[in-house]
C-alpha cells in the first residue's frame, strides 16, 4: 500500500524542521513550504492524489491563510487540512474550520496532539474513499456465486481456480469468447486475501490505444486535447485489489511495455504526469488467441507473456461440458423468468436434446442469448423446440442405430471400458460414476481383462 503523503506549510523554519522530522518517524511522505505562493503552485502544477493531507499556517507574510485555505479546496476539494495557529488568531482558525478545514491546533503543541489529529483526518478521508468505492460497486453481482457446473471437466478447472486464488501469482486464463473468464477472474479475487478491495475489470478489445491507456493509467488536466480534468486510472483505483484484463492479447505493444513496468516495478506514471505512483495489484488477465504463437510472430512481448502466465487456467468450451448445458439453461431460465415476470420453469425433453446436440460456437453467452430468447417467445411453462432458434442452423438429430444383441457382461464390460475413458481411468471417480465401490471396479478389471494404461 502506499505512504500517506503530508504537505507542511509555514514560514517559521523551526516548526518545518520539526515537524518533518517527527511525521518522518512516523512513516509518513512529508513536503515542506515556506510560503503559500509556494504551497499553491505546488498543487498546481502536480497530479490528483498525489498529497493526502495539508497542515498549514492560519498566518503567512506572502499570502493570508484564509485565502490559501479557499484557493486548495478549489484545487484540490476532498483533500484535508488542518490549520496551526497561535492564542491570538483563533478566531481565523474557526473561521477556516467554516470554510472547510478539518480541524486546527494551538502552538505550542505537544506531539501526541498533533500524530492524533493527523492520524484521525487521515483515517476518516481513507473510511470516505472506501464509502465512495462501495457505493461504486453496489449492484454488481457476487461473481463466484454465478458459476453453474455439472460436469468433470469443469469441476477440475474450477478446483484449480480455488487452489491458486489464496496466492498472490499473477493468473492467466485462456478460453474461446463466451466461456466464462471474468467470471473465473472473480471468483481468484473473491477467494483470495484481497477479496475485502476492490475487484475491476477492462477489456483491452474494446478501445482504442489512446483510451485504453488512460483507462488504465490515468491522466493529468492538460495531458491531451479534451483533458479538462484530471482523471484516475484503473491501477490507480484497484491499488489493494485485483485488475482483470480481458482479451489482453489485443493490447498494443507500447502499453505491452508499460505495463510490463507496472508489474515489475509496481509503479506507474499517469499520462501527461511527471511523477510516478506506486500500486499494489493482482494481475489476472484473459485472452482467446494463442499467445505463444503472438509472441512468435511479435504481436506480443514474451517478458509480459512470461510474467502474466505465472499460472494459466485454461477453461473448456461448452460443447467439451454437455453436462453443464442443462443447469446453465434453468439458471437463465430462472434469471429471465424473474426478470420478465413470466412463469417459465422449464424445458420439454424434445428441446433439451436440441440443447445438448448443438456445438454451441458462442459457447455460454450464446446460450445465455438462446434462453432469454425462448423465455419471451414461451406461450407454456416449459419451453419447446419451436422457441429456440438453434433447431434450424443444425442437423436433425439421428434416431439411435439398431441395438446389437449381446450379453449382460459383454455390456457391462463395454461400459466400464467406456466409463473408464472418460475419466481418464481415474478408477475413485469411475467407480462413484458407475455406482459401485472401487474394491468391486478392482474385481470387475481383473475378471473382464480390461488394460489399464500405467
Known sequence: MTQERILICDDEEGILIYLKKLLQTQGYLVETFNAGSLLLRRLREGDPGDADLILQDVRMPDLDGISVLQEVKQLRPSLPIIIMTAFGTIDAAVEAIKLGAYDYVTKPFPKEKILSVLKNALEKEQLLQENRALKSEIGKPILQDAIIFRSAVFQETYDLTLQVAASEANILVLGESGTGKELIAGAIHYNSPRRERRFLSINCAALTETLLESQLFGHVRGAFTGAITHQKGLLEEADGGTLFMDEIGDMSLPIQAKLLRVIQERDFIPVGATRSKSADIRFVAATNKDLEEEVRAGRFREDLYYRLNVINIPLPPLRE???DIEPLAQHFLKKYSLKMKKEVTGVTPEALLILCGYDWPGNI?????????????????????????????????????????????????????RTLLGTGYHKSRSAEILGISRKTLDRKIAEYGIAIPS
Do not use: Y
Open 321 to 323: 461440458r454437455k453436462d
Open 365 to 417: 453467452r450464446e446460450l445465455e442469448n438462446v434462453m432469454e430468447r425462448a423465455v419471451i417467445l414461451a406461450r407454456t411453462p416449459l419451453v419447446t423446440p419451436k422457441e429456440l432458434p438453434i433447431w434450424r442452423r443444425q442437423q436433425k438429430v439421428a434416431p439411435p442405430p439398431e441395438p446389437q444383441l449381446v450379453s449382460l457382461e459383454n455390456m457391462e464390460k463395454v461400459h466400464i471400458e
